[in-house]
């Protein structure tokens, strides 16, 4: 046992605050202890207030409630030690130094996570749902983040492996004792199983990406012709002004993004180049990445002229499908309400006047609850998840294609090694740096 091998970092944010938490998990966590005065050490899993000395000079840090978790009831599973201090610079500065001193390393990113993975205190779902928590911005997020990190992504994977490892050993046992007095309808009892499965994974695989766009944001994008108002509907929903507005048509050349919260839901909102026909290159590349970005959204909001309705911009008409919203801009001036384009109704706003846009909010919010509300199973997450779900689905379709015992025994393994490589139970050591790497420091 070294002091190397004990980490430590400051777990709360960097900067001024009432409270900084630093935190110490190793081996020789419990020495740290002895920067505490008075001497007797806390009991474990009980609060005390103590004051930190400088394990050199003996002068005095600050005053601090001092916890003690010994191994393996800690979050990382070894002994850890946290100093509840006061939130200043100065003392920060001061107790990392202590910390240096008493020879503890300072932690890298997510390296208490990953101990905490390592001595089987979580599986890797539940250690990137903490990450998840960490960066979550909004209440949609922090749900899916902790129902995560409950366990229930990983329990499913589990359960499913489980299922596989018992078909396994069948097939197993038909291979290996082919001559014993055995079942005689063990194949077709596995192939049922599997069945069963398949269908199982390809109904959590079709989940319209609900849970990697939560994490991510959903993608909602503003496009229309010049001068209908889509940079000043951006600036109203973001309530500042992060577009140019201008007169001129052909203003916005690029996208422009903001993060909305709407109802709990993280939103990624665009602006876009007016669409029209375009000689100019700078121009044109806008109205191309104008053009991208609807393919790309999960929602489109179209942007009409009032000011000419109900004349209709053709190039905005084509992008009408289910994944649009028609708006009617500067309501205000429109003379005729009545028209709707491609027999779908518009919503008539007056970004001036601000007349329909509590409307389109509560519309815009219902329509991402109705497309991506919880259906109640644990979204998939993260792309490494659906891409090992993917191999574990080929694997067992393939494995109901297979005559031979072996082949299909083979085949059942690989899916559920694809399966354990989702929790950490198989091949992950070329996994941990990409999972951890983002993490931040003090988790």
Same mark, same amino acid.
């Given at each position: 046992?070294?002091?190397?091998?004990?980490?430590?970092?400051?777990a709360? %944010?960097p900067g001024? %605050?009432?409270? &900084?938490?630093?935190?110490?998990?190793?081996?020789?966590?419990?020495? &740290?202890l002895?920067?505490c005065?008075?001497? =007797?050490?806390?009991? =474990?899993?009980?609060?005390?207030?103590?004051?930190?000395?400088? =394990?050199?000079?003996d002068?005095?840090?600050?005053?601090?409630l001092?916890l003690?978790?010994? &191994?393996?009831?800690?979050?990382? $599973?070894?002994?850890?030690?946290?100093f509840h201090?006061?939130?200043?610079?100065?003392?920060?500065?001061?107790?990392?130094?202590?910390?240096?001193?008493?020879?503890?390393?300072?932690?890298? #990113?997510g390296?208490f996570?990953?101990r905490a993975f390592?001595? $089987?205190?979580?599986?890797l779902?539940e250690?990137?749902?903490?990450?998840d928590l960490?960066? &979550?911005e909004?209440?949609?997020q922090?749900?899916?983040?902790?129902?995560?990190?409950? $366990?229930?992504?990983?329990?499913?994977?589990?359960?499913?492996?489980?299922?596989l490892?018992r078909?396994?050993?069948?097939?197993e046992?038909?291979?290996?004792?082919?001559?014993?007095?055995? =079942?005689?309808?063990?194949?077709?009892?596995?192939?049922?199983e599997?069945?069963?499965l398949?269908?199982?994974i390809?109904?959590?695989?079709?989940?319209?990406?609900?849970?990697?766009?939560?994490?991510?944001?959903f993608?909602?994008?503003?496009?229309?012709?010049?001068?209908?108002g889509?940079?000043?509907l951006?600036?109203a929903?973001?309530?500042?002004?992060?577009?140019?507005?201008?007169?001129?048509?052909?203003?916005?050349?690029?996208?422009?993004?903001?993060?909305?919260?709407?109802?709990?839901?993280?939103?990624?909102?665009?602006?876009?180049?007016g669409?029209?026909?375009?000689?100019? !290159?700078?121009?044109?590349?806008?109205?191309?990445?104008?053009?991208?970005?609807?393919?790309?959204?999960?929602?489109?909001?179209?942007?009409?002229?009032g000011?000419v309705?109900?004349?209709?911009?053709?190039?905005?008409?084509?992008l009408?499908?289910e994944?649009?919203?028609?708006?009617?801009?500067?309501?205000?001036?429109?003379?005729n309400?009545?028209?709707? #384009?491609?027999?779908?109704?518009?919503?008539?706003?007056?970004?001036?006047?601000?007349?329909?846009?509590?409307?389109?909010?509560?519309?815009l919010?219902?329509?991402?609850?109705?497309?991506?509300?919880?259906?109640?199973?644990?979204?998939?997450?993260r792309?490494?998840?659906?891409q090992?779900?993917?191999?574990?689905?080929s694997?067992?379709?393939?494995?109901?294609k297979?005559?031979?015992?072996?082949?299909?025994?083979?085949?059942?393994?690989?899916?559920?090694?694809?399966? !354990?490589?989702?929790?950490?139970r198989?091949?992950?050591?070329d996994?941990?740096?990409?999972i951890?790497?983002?993490?931040?420091? $003090?988790?």
């Open positions: 046992m070294t002091a190397e091998s004990t980490i430590f970092a400051l709360s %944010a001024r %605050a009432g409270v &900084a938490v630093f935190r110490i998990s190793g081996p020789l966590a419990k020495d &740290a002895n920067l005065r008075p001497s =007797p050490q806390p009991k =474990p899993r009980e609060a005390s207030l103590r004051k930190i000395h400088h =394990p050199k000079s002068e005095l840090i600050d005053q601090a001092v003690w978790f010994a &191994a393996p009831n800690s979050f990382t $599973g070894e002994d850890v030690v946290e201090t006061h939130g200043g610079r100065a003392v920060a500065q001061a107790m990392t130094e202590a910390l240096r001193v008493q020879g503890f390393r300072m932690a890298e #990113p390296e996570t990953r390592e001595n $089987g205190c979580l599986d779902t250690a990137e749902a903490i990450a960490v960066h &979550a909004t209440e949609a922090r749900r899916q983040a902790l129902h995560q990190f409950e $366990g229930a992504l990983g329990k499913m994977y589990e359960a499913w492996r489980a299922r490892l078909s396994l050993a069948w097939l046992a038909a291979i290996d004792f082919s001559d014993e007095d055995l =079942p005689g309808d063990i194949a077709e009892r596995q192939t049922a599997l069945r069963v398949v269908q199982e390809a109904h959590h695989l079709d989940d319209k990406n609900r849970g990697e766009r939560l994490r991510e944001g993608s909602v994008a503003i496009l229309g012709p010049p001068n209908a889509k940079s000043s951006l600036n929903l973001a309530r500042r002004d992060a577009a140019i507005v201008s007169a001129t048509a052909g203003t916005t050349r690029d996208v422009i993004e903001v993060h909305l919260d709407l109802g709990g839901w993280p939103v990624v909102l665009a602006d876009t180049a669409l029209r026909d375009s000689t100019g !290159g700078i121009e044109s590349e806008g109205i191309r990445r104008a053009l991208a970005r609807a393919e790309q959204a999960d929602l489109k909001l179209l942007i009409f002229d000011a309705w109900p004349t209709q911009d053709e190039a905005t008409q084509k009408i499908d994944r649009a919203i028609v708006i009617v801009n500067k309501a205000d001036v429109v003379a309400k009545a028209s709707a #384009p491609q027999n779908q109704a518009a919503l008539f706003i007056s970004v001036k006047t601000g007349e329909g846009i509590p409307t389109l909010l509560e519309y919010t219902h329509e991402i609850d109705v497309r991506f509300a919880d259906t109640g199973a644990p979204p998939l997450t792309a490494r998840h659906r090992a779900l993917e191999e574990c689905q694997h067992l379709e393939r494995a109901l297979d005559n031979a015992a072996e082949l299909r025994a083979e085949d059942v393994r690989l899916a559920m090694r694809a399966l !354990g490589r989702m929790t950490g198989v091949d992950v050591e996994l941990l740096d990409v951890f790497r983002d993490f931040c420091i $003090g988790k």
